[in-house]
Nanobody, 115 residues
């Protein structure tokens, strides 16, 4: 069982940056996908970015060029650097790790972008 805890959320004005971190209770090993999702009020949870254990990265079109996911096998944390934030990025952000043993989620961290 893997526990995940997000940190780094908060309030930021448009154009600013935040860095989210996802700390795992154990080292992430084996075939895996590390992901960040977000859910805005009244909307479905959506994939923001993911990175596989082999380093394959995928971004949602809405964050391409602004957000950067980083992480690697053998580490116990991964991150999401968010630049040039807009009010549309306001949401609860969740990290997730998919392993052979199952899929694990954090509790979420609120990101609010407003002036």
């Amino acid at each position: 069982h893997v526990q995940l805890v997000e940190s780094g959320g908060g309030w930021m004005q448009p154009g600013g940056s935040l860095r989210l971190s996802c700390a795992a209770s154990t080292t992430i090993l084996g075939p895996t996908v590390m992901s960040w999702y977000r859910q805005a009020p009244g909307k479905r949870r959506e994939l923001v970015a993911s990175i596989t254990g082999r380093g394959t990265i995928n971004y949602a079109d809405s964050v391409q060029g602004r957000f950067t996911i980083s992480g690697a096998i053998g580490k116990d944390a991964f991150h999401l650097q968010m630049n040039n934030l807009t009010p549309e990025d306001t949401a609860v952000y969740y990290c997730s790790v998919s392993l052979i043993a199952g899929e694990y989620w954090g509790q979420g961290t609120q990101v609010t972008v407003s002036s």
